[in-house]
């Protein structure tokens, strides 16, 4: 094992003691800052609810990230994750809720610029709707939501003790819940860019099996948990006191109404289900939990008087959402010129884009093959590169149809070996038909991916995607998440 991987994996815990010590607002910052939860009993129950859902259900987390940015080399990975927590670490001493998902954004644009990779603008703008969409659906939800539960108390007349004491149980549970979602929807972007680098071996013990992943999402959980314990009271207090007052019922309703807008735009069950009445659903993009929690908070505020509500912490919070995504991007850059040409790392590791015929053949009429026919057949460095040359030739193309042109050009040459058919069954992840599938490809050499995705389609037709449709999706994930398996036996790792 390579004693430099875990001097590379700090940068990914410096992440994490940066999102324990700046998200974990979102989950307790309302409770703590009313006094109904003590700190110390919210960083213990925010410590064991963060490393269960890293362990339990991180590797679930959302891949939207991931379309933005294809991190190759380990040294990149480290410069990406440093730069993202360096940001957030600032905001967190000045005591600003930002998300870490936006700083592990505006880093990853600051590798693709730096290294003339494209970026997908499109899922960008999209994500950055998320970033004002979240904030206001919170606000409008907190602020019915406490209507209700206030008329419902005045009717009901709960003597005040009790009230006290339900109020105390409910804020416990609400946060506990969302201590577990903030472990296993945010340690992808703690740990996530090193999982192609991933030190530890599985570990077996008779019935109980500790994986790798496992313990890599483990080691982020407990720099997550050191951030909570060391420096997260500034910004719970930040998010609790300064942008306006709140009772208890308030935090409780804050933190519920956040948790109600994570679960609208993260519930694939939910989407299926208006699917299949007919429904118009809601997409699945990642929310940042940051600016939810505030909107919750300015949204009882409105309720009570808009003037306790102090606009000018509002307008720095807003400011640096603004300035996160940016500056990352700005360090990630300056960081990764210097870790290159200074230090001497490898912080992209050279592919080769190459515009073949089959490629173009297999784009079909959603292509003109005549004007692309000086781009045909050239090998390029970089997918900047190779979608400059599609610019000039087809100007009006399709953005999606040129950036499926360009993943399609990656040059990988697959080779199925059959020595690593045992270690796939070993998995037993992956239907028997399946397998039998890709052991008649034993041997066959693929030069671009969806080469190999379309021969195991032929070999079984339990191999082929069916349309995208969110009811298919069910389906098409599992599709996905058996190619991953086979992708990871047979592509090299990053180094």
């Given at each position: 094992?390579?004693?430099?991987?875990?001097?590379?994996?700090?940068?990914?815990?410096?992440?994490?003691?940066?999102?324990?010590?700046?998200?974990?607002?979102?989950?307790?910052?309302?409770?703590?800052?009313?006094?109904?939860?003590?700190?110390?009993?919210?960083?213990?129950?925010?410590?064991?609810?963060?490393?269960?859902?890293?362990?339990?259900?991180?590797?679930?987390?959302?891949?939207?990230?991931?379309?933005?940015?294809?991190?190759?080399?380990l040294?990149?990975?480290?410069?990406?994750a440093?730069?993202?927590?360096?940001?957030?670490?600032?905001?967190?001493?000045?005591?600003?809720?930002?998300?870490?998902?936006?700083?592990?954004?505006?880093?990853?644009?600051?590798?693709?610029?730096?290294?003339?990779?494209?970026?997908?603008?499109?899922?960008?703008?999209?994500?950055?709707?998320?970033?004002?969409?979240?904030?206001?659906?919170?606000?409008?939800?907190?602020?019915?939501?406490?209507?209700?539960?206030?008329?419902?108390?005045?009717?009901?007349?709960?003597?005040?003790?009790?009230?006290?004491?339900?109020?105390?149980?409910?804020?416990?549970?609400?946060?506990a819940?969302?201590?577990?979602?903030?472990?296993?929807?945010?340690?992808?972007?703690?740990?996530?860019?090193?999982i192609?680098?991933?030190?530890?071996?599985?570990?077996?013990?008779?019935?109980?099996?500790?994986?790798?992943?496992q313990?890599?999402?483990?080691?982020?959980?407990v720099?997550?948990?050191?951030g909570?314990?060391?420096?997260?009271k500034?910004?719970m207090?930040?998010?609790?006191?300064?942008?306006?007052?709140?009772?208890?019922?308030?935090?409780?309703?804050?933190?519920?109404?956040?948790?109600?807008?994570?679960?609208?735009?993260?519930?694939?069950?939910?989407?299926?289900?208006?699917a299949?009445?007919?429904l118009?659903?809601?997409?699945?993009?990642?929310?940042?939990?940051?600016?939810?929690?505030?909107?919750?908070?300015?949204?009882?505020?409105?309720?009570?008087?808009?003037?306790?509500?102090?606009?000018?912490?509002?307008?720095?919070?807003?400011?640096?959402?603004i300035?996160?995504?940016?500056?990352?991007?700005?360090?990630?850059?300056?960081?990764?010129?210097?870790?290159?040409?200074?230090?001497?790392?490898?912080?992209?590791?050279?592919?080769?884009?190459?515009?073949?015929?089959?490629?173009?053949?297999?784009?079909?009429?959603?292509?003109?093959?005549?004007?692309?026919?000086?781009?045909?057949?050239?090998?390029?460095?970089?997918?900047?590169q190779?979608?400059?040359?599609?610019?000039?030739?087809?100007?009006?193309?399709?953005?999606?149809?040129?950036?499926?042109?360009?993943?399609d050009?990656l040059?990988?040459?697959?080779?199925?070996?059959?020595?690593?058919?045992?270690?796939?069954?070993?998995?037993?992840?992956?239907?028997?038909?399946?397998?039998?599938?890709?052991?008649?490809?034993?041997?066959?050499?693929?030069?671009?991916?969806?080469?190999?995705?379309?021969?195991?389609?032929?070999?079984?037709?339990?191999?082929?995607?069916?349309?995208?449709?969110?009811?298919?999706?069910?389906?098409?994930?599992?599709?996905?998440?058996?190619?991953?398996?086979?992708?990871?036996?047979?592509?090299?790792k990053?180094?």
């Amino acid at each position: 094992m390579d004693p430099t991987i875990f001097l590379y994996l700090s940068s990914g815990l410096f992440l994490g003691w940066s999102l324990g010590a700046n998200d974990a607002a979102n989950v307790f910052g309302t409770a703590v800052a009313s006094r109904m939860v003590k700190f110390r009993t919210a960083a213990i129950i925010l410590t064991i609810g963060v490393i269960l859902g890293a362990i339990v259900s991180g590797a679930g987390a959302a891949h939207t990230l991931s379309k933005l940015g294809a991190i190759n080399a380990l040294a990149g990975a480290f410069m990406v994750a440093f730069s993202a927590a360096a940001v957030v670490a600032w905001m967190t001493i000045v005591g600003l809720p930002v998300s870490t998902t936006q700083a592990v954004v505006g880093a990853i644009i600051g590798w693709n610029l730096f290294t003339g990779s494209v970026t997908d603008y499109t899922v960008f703008k999209t994500i950055c709707a998320t970033w004002i969409a979240s904030p206001v659906l919170t606000g409008f939800f907190s602020y019915f939501i406490y209507k209700g539960v206030m008329k419902l108390l005045e009717k009901s007349r709960i003597h005040i003790i009790r009230l006290d004491a339900m109020t105390r149980i409910g804020l416990v549970i609400a946060g506990a819940l969302g201590s577990y979602s903030l472990g296993a929807n945010n340690i992808a972007n703690v740990m996530g860019v090193f999982i192609g680098a991933n030190p530890f071996s599985d570990l077996h013990a008779g019935l109980f099996e500790f994986s790798g992943l496992q313990q890599l999402f483990l080691l982020g959980g407990v720099a997550i948990a050191v951030g909570v314990f060391s420096y997260a009271k500034r910004v719970m207090l930040t998010v609790g006191t300064q942008i306006a007052p709140l009772t208890p019922v308030g935090a409780f309703v804050v933190i519920i109404s956040t948790s109600l807008v994570l679960f609208l735009f993260a519930s694939e069950g939910l989407e299926f289900a208006l699917a299949s009445v007919g429904l118009p659903t809601i997409p699945l993009v990642p929310v940042s939990s940051s600016q939810a929690v505030v909107g919750g908070v300015i949204g009882i505020g409105l309720i009570k008087n808009s003037r306790n509500i102090k606009w000018s912490i509002v307008g720095r919070i807003a400011v640096a959402w603004i300035q996160t995504p940016i500056v990352a991007a700005l360090v990630c850059y300056v960081f990764l010129f210097f870790l290159q040409n200074v230090f001497g790392q490898t912080v992209y590791n050279p592919v080769e884009y190459r515009l073949s015929e089959q490629v173009v053949v297999h784009h079909g009429d959603a292509v003109d093959a005549q004007a692309l026919s000086g781009v045909i057949g050239k090998s390029f460095e970089t997918s900047g590169q190779l979608k400059s040359a599609i610019d000039k030739a087809l100007p009006d193309l399709d953005f999606k149809t040129e950036l499926k042109l360009v993943d399609d050009s990656l040059v990988e040459e697959i080779t199925v070996d059959p020595a690593k058919f045992q270690a796939l069954e070993k998995l037993r992840v992956i239907e028997p038909e399946r397998l039998a599938a890709l052991r008649t490809l034993g041997g066959r050499t693929f030069t671009y991916r969806w080469e190999l995705v379309e021969a195991l389609a032929e070999a079984d037709p339990e191999w082929k995607f069916r349309e995208k449709t969110v009811l298919n999706k069910p389906h098409n994930k599992e599709i996905q998440k058996n190619l991953d398996l086979v992708m990871d036996a047979y592509v090299a790792k990053m180094k």
